[in-house]
């Protein structure tokens, strides 16, 4: 515990300090709330398309086993591009996906099995997931990294600071008091040697 000053001006100054914590606290346990249940919806989401995904490659690998050929649909698409915006969590920036863009590359239809079409549809829905798995971890990370620091400050807030400042006006008050009671204490003796004096002077006339 720092070292403080033991004066009345001191006392006020933790006293506002105090009131300062104890009014910003709530707002750090609210963020670290809201923190913990995005986090847990974005966990929820990336199961979700996990799910998707393992159902999907499951049923893209049937159509190999049933026509025993890999026709090599990765050669025959790119993604063109991928699409974000920035969305807002608890004062968090985090991306955000909204979409992602093919190119199909031209393949001979009479050398391309019959099931093309429909598997390079099926592998851009697949490419479209993990493009949309890859964005929730970066979403997952970033809300997880900004609820470690929160939860570090309310611990702070609840377990150091606050506590201290009211260790500290505790230690203020009880000096102060005996301060003012010795205060007290060495008037009424100075009035009593000065009534003493005054009845030995008069005594003597």
Not at 50 to 55: G, V
Not at 136 to 143: A, C, P, R, V, Y
Request: proline fraction near 2%.
């Amino acid at each position: 515990m720092a070292q403080v000053k033991l004066t009345k001006n001191e006392l006020k100054s933790q006293k506002d300090s105090l009131k300062r914590f104890q009014r910003y606290l709530p707002t750090l346990q609210l963020k670290k709330q809201q923190l913990q249940m995005v986090i847990r919806q974005v966990e929820a989401e990336m199961r979700e398309k996990d799910t998707a995904r393992e159902k999907l490659h499951r049923e893209a690998m049937s159509w190999v086993e049933v026509f025993g050929e890999d026709a090599g649909l990765e050669n025959y698409l790119r993604i063109r591009s991928l699409e974000t915006s920035t969305g807002n969590i608890a004062g968090i920036d985090i991306p955000v996906f909204e979409g992602i863009a093919f190119d199909e590359l031209p393949y001979d239809l009479y050398v391309m099995p019959l099931w093309v079409d429909r598997g390079l549809d099926a592998l851009k829905r697949l490419l479209a997931l993990d493009a949309e798995v890859r964005i929730l971890k970066q979403q997952h990370e970033l809300l997880s990294e900004e609820l470690r620091i929160t939860t570090q400050r309310v611990n702070l807030f609840e377990k150091v600071k606050i506590p201290e400042t009211k260790e500290n006006i505790r230690m203020i008050r009880i000096y102060l008091g005996d301060q003012q009671t010795a205060a007290v204490v060495r008037g009424k003796m100075a009035k009593a040697s000065i009534d003493a004096k005054t009845d030995a002077e008069a005594a003597a006339l």
